[in-house]
């Protein structure tokens, strides 16, 4: 349902044969869709996601 919802036209997205465990959140590259998935906590992913959304992210040392 929400993977229909995200799709654009010609777009493919792969399909997940079932559900993550809960409280993890996998994660793939998406340039790279049959490439390894890697699991997160789901409150650590969240914590991530959050800092990016409110560019609380510090930048990688040179």
Sequence with gaps: MVQEQLQR???HLPRIAHPPPLGQAPVRDS???????????????T????????????????
């Design 9 to 11: 036209p010609g777009e």
């Design 31 to 45: 340039k790279r869709p049959g490439s390894t998935v890697i699991t997160f906590r789901a409150s650590s992913w």
């Design 47 to 62: 914590s991530f996601i959050r800092a990016i959304a409110e560019d609380d992210v510090p930048s990688p040392p040179c």
